[in-house]
Structures are given as C-alpha cells and as structure tokens.
C-alpha cells in the first residue's frame, strides 16, 4: 500500500540534470515552491500567481492524476510559444492535493542562468 | 545632456507600491522624486495584474483591495508631489562629471537627478519569443513582436502566430489592411473571447484569413530581410510561405530589461545590495522591493516599505552633502508638504 503522506518527485532541469525529492503533505507547497526551496534550477520570477510561466513543466509521469487546471492556468499555457499535451505551471500544482505515488516533470520554462 | 531634462533628488525606476513609498520617506526628508515606469499607470503589478485582490499583510489593514492600497499611497505621497513619466522604460544610465545621473528613457526623456532608486518589482513585461531558428537576425528586417503602427503593414503579406486574445485581435483587424494575411495557431480552438475566435473563423471562410491551425512556425529564412516563413502541422507536413513581416504573439513576461547593462551585481534577475541601506555596487544607485536581493530576501510589500524608509536616510548624503541629517517622527514632525 502506498504512503499517502508523501509523494515521490523526480525532475528535470533545462540541462537534462535529474534530481529527486521526498516531499511531506500538509505543508501547503506548491511543486515551484519545493523546486525553490530545494535550490533546483527554475525561474519563477512571480511567485506564483500564474502569470510569468517561467515555472513551465512538462509532466512525464502522472498527469492523468493531478488536480484539473484552472482557467487562470490554461489561459497562460495557451498563450506560450512551447507546449505539450502534458504541460502544466508547477506553481499551480498543489502537493497536498495530489493523490499519486511518484510524479515525473521536466522543466520546459526558464531557470536562473 | 539636454537642457529639457527633468530636474528632481531622486530617479525612482518603477511606480509599484514600495517605489511610491519611497517618495514619501525621502519626502520627510525634503528630497525630490520622479518616477518612471513601463506601464502606462502606477501601482506596477498591484495596478495591473491584481487590483481587485485583497493584501492581508500591511500592517494596520487586516485586509485591502491592492488597488486601494495603491490610491491610498497616492493620496499619502500627494504633498511631495512627485513627478511621473509612465507608459515609458528606462534604457540608460549615465553619470555626469558633477557625480549626478542622467536617466534616459524609451522615448528619449531624459531626468537628471543625484540619487537613483531602482524599485522596478518583476522588471519590465516583454514579449515572449518563440524557439524559430533565425528569429532574432530578423528582428526589425521583417520580425516584430507587437504591432505598433498598424499602417505599416498595409498591402504587406503578415503572418502571425499565437492563440490568445492580441493575436485574435490583430488577425481581425489586419484582415483589412494586410494584402495577405496567414494565422498560425498550435490547436484547432481558441481559448480567446469567443465572439473573436468566431469572427476569425468567419474571416477564414470569406478567403480573407489564411488560417493555419495545429501548425507552428518552424523556420524564418530571408536573404537581408525577412521573406519565408516555413510552417508545420501536427502531421508534420511542411509548408512554406512568403511574407514581408512575421509577428509573434505569445503573450508578455517579466524581464529585468536595459538594468541588467547598468553595471550592478545581479545574482538570479534580482540585484544584489547592502542591507545597511540598500546600496547597490554603483555609489548613489539603490534597489528596493522584490527587484533587490540580500541574505534572507522576502519579497513582500511590507519589506519593501522597510527598506525604502532606509534607502531614504543614505539617498540624503547625495543629495545634501553638507547637512547632518537628524532623525524626527512624523508625530513630532508632522508631513511638511513641498
């Protein structure tokens, strides 16, 4: 039986560098905020209001399972240049909110270089 | 420099909350600011993005419109009256002999001051551009990201790309000026308001609108100036067409702008600074709010109001070398209006 206070995160910078993190539920993080917090290459410049998407995924691994995406979210990915069928704003995917084991991105917006 | 040049204290690059703050601590110390901003209002990112949002965290207002709290900035800077350029960026900086600045915007304006405050938020939103091969060489030979003069491109062949709200817009009204005009769009919907992606369609049936749908613009080639745009469709078909301009429209992103070449130390898109007074590595140069980064940043308005309060009291050994500044309250003090 899976642990459903944790959820497994494997992601992939814009240099094809992976790492993985073990993130605890009930925090109230978003993906960009983890990704933040763990140092790990990306952007963000807006901290989270949908708005800038430099915070850009591509989900490899569990997007069926994730939250359904907001107007707000949707509009903004409509609106960039590059987009997959699996693309998603990590600032608008909320951890506490993801009933999956592992989840698998790659970052597709921009990093701090 | 010019003799039209606008004379003040402080250059305050940014009009968001923590810049029109900045007027009123450096007003308490009778210093003078004019404010630049790319928008064409104040109160940055509160004014354009979210004016009908509450803000929980100033102090004293357990909730307030973001839009309300930038009114009420303006009403409590009023009796420094500060001047404003808006609707123009700052491009340069330039220091003069006398180790005053001279700021220098889009349009050529130009402010002379002793101090500067950098208090610019996000940056400046600019177009986003697309991963095409070549595109940049083309940039104003053909490629544009906005249209500007909407009469440059009568009896022209304009291709555009892009979904959303602009790009549906200008295919409407290029429709009439253009001598062909082509649409590129990724889906085979639009997520833009629905009378507009209706009339695009409408233009499309009439042989008015070549419209390109679940296709991308691959490639720009031209020999000097722009002449084929290359597209491809989800099936990987290629097609090439002829055109004189190519435009872009994916919409804006932040972006730290002409700053950037300034000279300061940037570490991730934020400027570093000193913590004593928020100075940055250019003497008479200061970065203030969520543009500015120290150990420990938190990017909140609240900080940035903090930092504004002592920005002003170094700001004051610019702008009057020879005072000894001492420090009263405003209860004591009162608001001495300029």
């Known amino acids: ?113 | 420099m010019e003799q039209s040049a606008i004379q003040t204290d402080i250059c305050i690059v940014g009009a968001g909350p923590v810049g029109l703050f900045a007027v009123f601590e450096a007003g308490l110390l009778k210093m003078r600011c004019h404010l630049v901003d790319a928008l064409p209002q104040v109160g940055g990112q509160l004014s354009e993005i979210y004016p009908k949002k509450p803000i929980y965290d100033i102090p004293g207002y357990p909730s307030v419109l973001a839009g309300e709290l930038v009114d009420k900035l303006m009403e409590q800077i009023a009796p420094f009256k500060p001047g404003f350029t808006l609707g123009e960026r700052v491009e340069a900086l330039a220091r003069q002999a006398d180790d005053s600045f001279v700021v220098t915007t889009s349009e050529g304006t130009q402010i002379a001051c002793k101090v500067v405050v950098i208090a610019g938020g996000l940056g400046c939103f600019e177009p986003r551009k697309p991963a095409v091969g070549n595109l940049e060489k083309f940039e104003g030979k053909g490629v544009s990201y906005m249209v500007l003069d909407p009469e440059k491109y009568r009896d022209q062949k304009v291709v555009l790309a892009g979904g959303g709200d602009s790009a549906l817009d200008w295919a409407i009204f290029l429709s009439d000026v253009a001598s062909e005009l082509s649409l590129v769009h990724r889906n085979n919907t639009f997520r833009g308001a629905p009378e507009s992606a209706e009339k695009v369609f409408d233009l499309a049936k009439a042989g008015k609108l070549n419209l390109l749908l679940e296709s991308e613009v691959t490639q720009i080639s031209g020999n000097g100036h722009l002449q084929t745009v290359t597209v491809t469709n989800k099936q990987k078909e290629i097609q090439e067409l002829n055109t004189d301009a190519f435009i872009p429209l994916f919409g804006l992103t932040p972006k730290l702008g002409p700053i950037a070449e300034w000279g300061l130390s940037i570490d991730k898109n934020a400027i570093e600074v000193d913590t004593f007074d928020y100075s940055t590595g250019v003497p008479g140069v200061f970065a203030i709010g969520d543009i500015n980064t120290y150990p420990g940043k938190l990017k909140l308005i609240l900080c940035g109001f903090h930092e504004a309060a002592l920005m002003a009291q170094s700001a004051f050994t610019f702008v009057y070398p020879d005072q000894k500044l001492s420090f009263k309250y405003t209860t004591v003090n009162g608001v001495n209006a300029f």
């Not at chain 1, 993190?21 to 978003?30: A, D, R, T, W």
């Not at chain 1, 209001?49 to 995924?57: D, F, G, K, N, P």
């Open chain 1, 1 to 113: 039986m899976m642990d459903e206070s944790f959820v497994s995160i494997e992601a992939e910078d814009l240099n094809g560098r992976k790492a993985h993190f073990e993130v605890p539920k009930g925090m109230g993080l978003s993906l960009m905020e983890v990704l933040k917090g763990e140092d790990f290459p990306i952007l963000a410049t807006c901290g989270g209001m949908a708005l800038c998407a430099t915070c850009h995924v591509q989900v490899l691994q569990g997007y069926d399972q994730l939250p359904e995406a907001s107007d707000d979210e949707l509009d903004m990915l409509e609106s960039l240049p590059v987009l997959t069928d699996t693309s998603r704003l990590s600032c608008q995917l909320k951890i506490d909110a993801m009933h999956l084991p592992n989840l698998q991105v790659k970052v597709l917006g921009e990093d701090n270089s």
